[in-house]
Structures are given as structure tokens and as C-alpha cells.
């Protein structure tokens, strides 16, 4: 690890200058004994406040690089990144995008505990109610996909089932046995239910979010469908470095106005 250069119009290089300048912190001590030329080594106090600048701009690195990133889909990282952010804020966010905490939920990693864990975090005792809404958001979406046009092969199999219901006359008695004390078709959970009630995946393993809904689909057709699309929405659609840096456009308005 060397010694980075910050870069004013970079916030990140900021931080990694930090981290790399903190990380010497022992060397520049020894070099203010031993050198007498050496005459700008921080002082303790300095030292303390790069630590905590370093540990404060930390949050919003990681977070910026996950949701910048363009190999895997970021939108199950908003989630957590932002509660990161708002928790390093010390300062309650109420912008919470619901469909982007719906797609965390979706990662067979987290689902609804994670939720539940950044919504106590920020929001204390009224989490539970940020999360009713979040749950029942999600709820709504999945009916949605639920009412939607089944597939061809869907269509098929439903026709088959009608015609078959349709050629054999009904047995009383067994339509009473459905109503005696057993299974209350009913109440059967839905593809939702069942995947939220299923022990999570540890959330430290590497996983491709869009191949285990791909390797599911069979099992969760309707959720599987939520996540197609709801994966495929972007954070946004500005780079993290665009956000924070000014530079290129001052320099475009700069040339707008000379041209003028």
C-alpha cells in the first residue's frame, strides 16, 4: 500500500489519501525524529480528526462503489447502503425508495430481516410501521404478477384443468371432506409467503442474484417475475464520481460562455 494523492474534485481520493496517509501514521512519527527538515507532521489532534473524517467518508465509499458498479445488479445493494449513509449521518432519511427496499428483500440473503434491521436503526420504534408498508408494497406487487395473463404452457395446463373438472361430475362426499377439519385450500400460502418463511443464505456468501432466481423460477414463477423486474431497475443513472464533482461542468459552462 503506497501513499495517495488527493485529487480536489474527487471526494473519493480524499478518503483513500486518508486511508493511506493513517496507515503510515507510525512512519511519519519516526521520520519527524529523525529528520530534522521534516517539519509538518500532523499533530495528535490532526491525527484524531483524519481518523474520524476517514471513518465518516468510509460509508460513502463502499456505498458509491457497489451502486456504481456495472457487472452485477445494484439494486438489492440500495438498502443497506443508504441505511449505511444515514446512520453515519446520525440523521433520519425519509426518502426511502420502497421499490428499491422491495428488491433487497428479494436477495435470498436478506429478505424482509434486513429491512426490518436498517428500519430500526434509523427510524427506532416507528420502523415497524416503515416496514408494514414496505410489506405490504410488496404484497400488492406480487398480486399484480399474480393476476397477470398466464403463459402459453400455463394456458394449456389451465385449459386441461377445466376440461377435466368439466368432464367428471363433482363426489359430494369428498367435497365435504375438504371442509372436514384438513387442509383449507384457502389458506395455502402463496409463492411469496413461502420463499419470505424460508431460512435465508448466509448472508456472506458470493451469489449471482439473477442465476439463483433463474436455477427458482420452476419453484417461484410469480416472485421470480417480481425479481426480473425489479433487478433490472438502476440506483440511477449518474456515475458516483458525477454527483460530487463540479469540475467538468464548470469547464462545459466556461466554453458555453466563451462561445457566446
Known sequence: MGLEKDVSTRWNFTYLMLVSVIHYRLAFSYLEMTEPSFKHCPTPPEWEKMENISSFLCSFYIATCEISSTKYPTT??????????????KEEYSQFSSVLAIAVILDP?????????????????EGSTQVKHVRDKLSYLFMEYSSSPTTSSSSTTSALKNYHNAS???NRMMQE??????????SQKSQLESYLQEP?????VKLDILEFWKVHKLRYPKVAAVAHDILSIPISTVTSESTFTVGGRVIVEALVFTRD
Open 109 to 125: 440473503r436478506y429478505k424482509l430481516d434486513i429491512v426490518r434491521f436498517c428500519y430500526t436503526k434509523i427510524y427506532g420504534m
Open 168 to 170: 367428471v361430475k363433482p
Open 200 to 204: 435465508r443464505l448466509d448472508s456472506n
Open 177 to 186: 371432506f375438504e371442509t372436514f377439519g384438513g387442509l383449507d385450500l384457502t
Open 76 to 89: 438489492n445493494f440500495y438498502c443497506p447502503a443508504v441505511s449505511s449513509i444515514s446512520v453515519s449521518l
